[in-house]
């Protein structure tokens, strides 16, 4: 979810952005996976700053073991990612800890200042995740490139997730899977009324954020098959782990 502070502008996406010179980011990626184009980078205006030092509170999670609270979430769904692995709106990196040994992965942001706060992660300075500033809506990586994409809380905000789900179906190899924890509508009817009286504000709020998107339809719409679902929290959120049909 994205936050922006009262009085800017949202966010802009895909080519609405304008472009931030390449220089500036070229040593944080120079190890990523081959591409067919250069990784469109984006300026990254419109974050509020109010949030960012609660954020990490509310998400991650020093916990020997299994972790609680969202952390749990994390470790359950990024335990079976292997191979090369694209990881689509990293923001502040929380989910590098979580990784296996076992994965080698690339992660991106639209906003240059997330993909800066995530670039001081330790697995970042170790150079084992190079990072990019990219849209999710086209991504510049070659076809039947990754074995995993992961998102976590980001498709409630891309514009158009069918369009990053379709980029998610090219890049990824085949038998090749995607696996995401969002927030969605939930299916009691108090809360998804709830939630749907609130989207219009929470819409504008966020600069962006969509508090009842319907992501499992948007998924199975793309031509994706769920193999291992849960949903947690009265049903608001969920985790999808997914194969090109």
């Known amino acids: 979810m994205r936050v922006h502070q009262r009085g800017r502008q949202p966010a802009l996406h895909g080519r609405d952005r304008p ?3 390449p220089a500036r980011l070229q040593a944080t990626h120079r190890r990523g996976p081959e591409r067919r184009g250069p990784v469109r980078y984006r ?3 419109g974050r509020a700053r109010s949030l960012p030092a609660a954020y990490p509170a509310l998400t991650v999670t020093r916990t020997p ?13 990024l335990g079976e990612v292997r191979g090369r692995t694209l990881e689509i709106g ?22 240059m200042d997330r993909v800066r706060a995530a670039a001081r992660r330790s697995a970042v ?27 976590t809380l980001v498709f409630c905000s ?13 890049v990824l190899r085949p038998g090749g899977r995607l696996f995401l924890v969002e927030h969605v509508r939930s299916r009691h009817a108090w809360l998804g009324g709830l ?16 508090l009842n998107r319907e992501t499992e339809a948007t998924v199975r719409a793309a031509g994706f098959t769920l193999e291992r679902q849960r ?13 090109p049909a």
């Open 19 to 21: 472009p931030v010179r």
């Open 43 to 45: 300026g990254g205006g």
């Open 65 to 77: 073991g299994r972790p609680f609270g969202f952390g749990g979430w994390r470790w359950d769904l």
């Open 90 to 111: 990293c923001g502040w990196g929380h989910n590098f800890a979580h990784y296996p040994a076992g994965a080698a992965v690339v992660a991106f942001d639209y906003e």
């Open 125 to 151: 300075r170790a150079g084992r995740i190079p990072l990019a500033v990219a849209d999710a809506q086209h991504l510049a990586w070659a076809d039947h490139t990754f074995d995993s994409v992961v998102g």
């Open 158 to 170: 891309i514009p158009r997730p069918e369009l990053a789900l379709a980029e998610v179906r090219r």
């Open 195 to 210: 939630q749907d009286a609130l989207a219009p504000a929470w819409l504008r709020l966020t600069g962006g954020c969509n």
């Open 231 to 243: 949903t947690g929290y009265a049903g608001v959120l969920k985790l999808m782990v997914a194969r």
